[in-house]
């Protein structure tokens, strides 16, 4: 179901759907990526004005089409100068991410096993870290899901777009504990900011 037409939206979910016939999720997500990087950097898809629109206090979620055939769900992301993620998973679901405008750097994490008196504790080592900017495209696919996304611009605005394979509507946050350096699971509830 498409939120808002804008121009391009149909060649945005036929891309995606041609995607998500594939038979399996790296072959999914690797054909979702090279599209998402053609689309963008063709500037054929003019994403509607709200996505350029920040939150005050939070990056906003716009949900652009959430397909009924498929499941899955395409969210332009708004990043005002310095907002960024705790560390997060995806409640195991894939995604492939773009960058539409701006920049911004994600961070991925592993998981380590918590020890000793740590029960219900996590603890995380970074494993990459990357500047992406307008065109670039990556994708997480389940274990391999804990990530921090940051808009490191003290000015400019960024603007993503996040196509999961299902409905996100709730994920995991990893907030630091006192010492150790280990971080509290918490789940939390997405909300979406208004398409119009």
């Not at 121009?7 to 041609?18: H, M, V």
């Not at 005050?56 to 993620?85: F, I, K, N």
């Not at 920049?103 to 990459?128: I, K, M």
Request: proline share 6%.
């Amino acid at each position: 179901m498409l939120t808002t037409e804008f121009p391009g939206c149909q060649k945005l979910i036929q891309a995606i759907d041609a995607a998500v016939a594939k038979s399996s999720t790296p072959a999914i997500t690797d054909s979702l990526r090279n599209s998402l990087c053609k689309l963008i950097q063709g500037k054929e898809i003019e994403l509607p004005a709200c996505v350029f629109e920040t939150a005050e206090d939070r990056y906003a979620r716009r949900e652009l089409y959430h397909s009924d055939d498929h499941g899955y769900c395409v969210v332009a992301m708004t990043w005002g100068p310095g907002q960024g993620t705790p560390i997060h998973d995806h409640c195991g679901m894939w995604c492939v991410e773009g960058v539409w405008s701006g920049a911004l750097e994600v961070v991925q994490y592993e998981c380590l096993a918590a020890t000793g008196n740590q029960e219900g504790l996590y603890r995380f080592q970074p494993v990459g870290s990357i500047q992406a900017g307008p065109g670039s495209a990556g994708s997480l696919i389940p274990p391999h899901e804990y990530h921090t996304i940051r808009n490191p611009s003290d000015d400019a605005i960024a603007v993503s777009l996040h196509i999961y394979s299902g409905n996100m509507t709730h994920c995991a946050v990893f907030k630091p504990t006192d010492g150790d350096r280990c971080y509290e699971r918490q789940d939390r509830q997405l909300s979406l900011d208004p398409v119009n």
